[in-house]
């Protein structure tokens, strides 16, 4: 077998090309990689330590005798820090303006809260705090019972908020109604006061109470007709009794709303201000610090629903109680009565109204010849469903006014007239 020289060196050249190639290829990117390093960090860091070097002789030159190397050393350092800091404040200075154009510190108090207008200042929610809070008072109450032949005392608590400097207070009738003893807790001081109970009004749910102390601070009462849904509304109290001086902030979420308690209808303003057992009686308060409503009830099953009595409808109620003990022309009719429901109606086959529970001896219902045990089931020819609708169509009458009672007893039905009187309470 014969070797083919010619073939043999062919391939050789071709393979030393290939290598020569690659050598250059590599020398080439090397070269590359190696001018891109000393340009990317050789150059400039000499050129740092030429400008400090050149920074520390004129320091040194201008300073000579005063000042050391060391001394030119620590300046140089001190001005990077101050530089540093400068270039960390402005960048914080323009993230917190963005942040704050971009609405990421949004407040809802704030948001809530109204402009100043006319005399009038915007408070914040602090301020308000520190303004209504001490004329918001705790108020303990106890009521004496006698269950299964055994007699004891039950003990409850609300709050309220002092309306002079002599010692009148306004809370819900429901906080004090039956008791015993009433006793109120000023903010500051630790034993508590007795308090005399000037008057009250269960169709508001209104009372007023007194102590004997002076030169108290007290609260200013706003117009509650100039609220709007939205604004702001911070309700001050003491819930559960023992976490007096409780404040919680929120917004006005409706108006005129009607809310059915214990038989009697109410329009209140409902807030989502968080209101618990313990802040009833306590003032519901504006952007200017003035009480606008007073809590009186919430939604037990259910969060952000806490209704108050709006202020301009009791303002009147409050000043009658103080100067006379009672509201003077509300007419009464001299009963108690419970709504007879479907279910109760079916069990003793009675008809849909209103069931006489009790009456005011010597009252206007007494003296028609209603008794207990009576079922009324219209009043003036308008059909009786629940008790709320006899409170409803009595307030629409004055004192002296007549109402036709139909009345349901024992399997027959009577037509009573009645002249309302005066409520004396």
Known sequence: MKRNKKGAWKTSSVVLTVIGTSLAVILIVGSAAMMFVFFRYVMPE?????????????????NAGDKTTSDTSDKI??????????????????DAAASTTSGKHFSVTDAATLPDSGTKTALSVSEIANSVGPATVSINVEVAYSMYGQTGTAQASGSGFIVSSDGYIVTNNHVIEGADSVKVIIPGD?????AEVVGTDTSTDVAVLKIDREDLPYVTLGDSSALQVGELAVAIGNPFGDLAGTVTAGVISALDREVTIGGQSYNLIQTDASINSGNSGGPLVNSYGEVIGITNAKVSEAEGLGFAIPINDIKSVIEDLVNNGYVKGRPAIGIGVITVEQTTA????WPLGAYV????S???????GVKTGDIITAVDGTAIT????ISKIKNEHKVGDSLELTIYRNGDTMNLSIVLEEAKA
């Open 46 to 62: 000499r050129q740092a330590s030429a400008a400090i070097a050149t920074e520390s002789t004129s320091a040194t030159d201008n």
């Open 77 to 94: 350092t001190a001005t990077q820090t101050e530089a540093a800091q400068t270039t960390t404040a402005e960048s914080k200075g323009t």
């Open 190 to 194: 630790t034993e508590p006061v007795d």
């Open 346 to 349: 079916d069990q003793y086959g």
């Open 357 to 360: 529970k009790e009456i005011t």
């Open 362 to 368: 010597g009252g206007a219902a007494d003296k028609a």
């Open 386 to 389: 629940s008790s709320a609708d």
